[in-house]
Nanobody, 126 residues
Framework: QVQLVESGGGLVQAGGSLRLSCVAS????????LGWFRQTPGKEREFVAG????????YYAASVKGRFTISRDNTKNTVYLQMNSLKPEDAAVYFC???????????????????WGQGTQVTVSS
């Protein structure tokens, strides 16, 4: 497993942008499948975006497609989530996740991941 630490959350006005970062340590994650999830109080953790180990494939939840972009820099052991045109409904705690298996990024869920960060809060004011 790897240890993950997210950063970049904060308060932003609707229509604004934020970039979340997640740095992995402990093991190189070049072969890991990576994902971003989010959670609001009383709700299950939901998938936001995923990226394959090679970065050749990305997949997004319908609610964020066209506004969010996931990317990874294996030389820095970092995965990013660029969030543009933020909406109040995007407000949540965002978590990055990693798994050493080559998961299907189109069907993966939170149950598939073995390593999680502590989360970073994103607040969007209307």
């Amino acid at each position: 497993q790897v240890q993950l630490v997210e950063s970049g959350g904060g308060l932003v006005q609707a229509g604004g942008s934020l970039r979340l970062s997640c740095v992995a340590s402990g093991r190189t994650f070049v072969s890991y499948t990576l994902g971003w999830f989010r959670q609001t109080p009383g709700k299950e953790r939901e998938f936001v975006a995923g990226i394959s180990w090679s970065a050749g494939y990305t997949y997004y939840a319908a609610s964020v497609k066209g506004r969010f972009t996931i990317s990874r820099d294996n030389t820095k052991n970092t995965v990013y989530l660029q969030m543009n045109s933020l909406k109040p409904e995007d407000a949540a705690v965002y978590f990055c996740a990693a798994d050493s298996r080559r998961l299907s990024i189109m069907t993966m869920t939170s149950r598939d991941f073995t390593s999680w960060g502590q989360g970073t809060q994103v607040t969007v004011s209307s």
